[in-house]
């Protein structure tokens, strides 16, 4: 198998002879390969601790500009959640009424989006910033645009979720169902009933979600989502794969009402040969 120099070193490490556990992490981190930095200095999440169960956000943590959807035109500064998280007492989360009702707004909001348009920052384990464009249209069809010099799109239509390098003309094809993504291309969803919500908090900027994902063969991986509390909409999340590396990805200039070309979400499976695991 030959390594493409741009990914980071815990991508490397992923994938060897590690190719489920790469799907997971491409497939929900959206590709952590390395590109140039940008100008502004991003702090460096250090590899989260296992086995914990309640998210926390440090105080000392940089907050990202609150987004107001397609006025804003300045990549946000993803919030980098505390790697320091508490391993909880009990593993079954309990939640009290206010807690739900924060995680009944944040179904609706996501049950309330049929399409979805925007730009995105991610932050991969390593600090490393890439940038580009995503477009989603429910149910389960989204397309993720890296800017160059990243080669990299992420496509799926329905059903199947591929991963493509455009200088390689290479994909790597996934089941959606498989990977945690699918909880934010869900026609509607109660996060409560339908998922595995393992903490919930709020503070004046943010309300987190975080959602846990165990697969006997994979091992344990996190989703958190972050829904602005003054304007509802998604500001961010972060993952959590098995080997404990957090990716944040940050969206911004949101637009909910633009139509979406279907063809963005066909995946080409002639043109591509898939890439060797």
């Known amino acids: ?57 440090s105080a000392e943590t940089p907050r990202a500009p609150s987004t107001t959807g397609a006025a804003q035109n300045v990549p946000p500064n993803p919030v980098i959640p505390d790697p320091h ?33 925007g730009n995105f920052v991610q932050v991969g384990p390593d600090g490393t910033k890439t940038k580009g464009d995503f477009y989603i249209q429910k149910p389960g069809k989204v397309r993720f645009e890296y800017d160059p010099p990243t080669p990299i799109d992420i496509i799926a239509d329905g059903t199947t979720l591929v991963v493509r390098d455009r200088n390689l003309a290479t994909q790597d094809n996934y089941p959606l169902s498989q990977t945690p993504l699918r909880f934010l291309l869900s026609d509607r969803i109660d996060l409560l009933k339908d998922t595995n919500v393992v903490s919930v908090t709020a503070d004046d900027l943010y309300i987190s979600v975080t959602i846990e994902e165990k697969q006997a063969l994979i091992g344990t991986s996190r989703l958190m989502l972050m829904v602005g509390v003054k304007d509802g909409q998604l500001k961010q999340w972060t993952v ?38």
């Open 1 to 57: 198998m030959k390594t493409d120099p741009k990914l980071s070193a815990a991508e490397r490490h992923l994938s060897l002879g590690r190719p489920t556990a790469l799907a997971l992490a491409i497939a929900v981190s959206l590709v952590g390969v390395a590109g140039p930095s940008a100008a502004q200095t991003v702090p460096v999440p250090k590899p989260a601790p296992k086995g914990r169960d309640r998210v926390q956000l």
């Open 85 to 117: 998280r508490n391993v909880p007492a009990n593993i079954f989360a309990s939640f009290d009424a206010n807690q739900k009702a924060q995680a009944a707004r944040v179904s609706a909001y996501l049950s309330s989006l049929q399409t979805l348009v």
């Open 240 to 277: 959590t794969d098995p080997q404990g590396y957090d990716t944040t990805v940050a969206v911004y200039n949101l637009d909910s009402t633009k139509k979406v070309d279907p063809g963005l979400f066909k995946i080409d499976f002639t043109r591509y040969d898939r890439s060797p695991g």
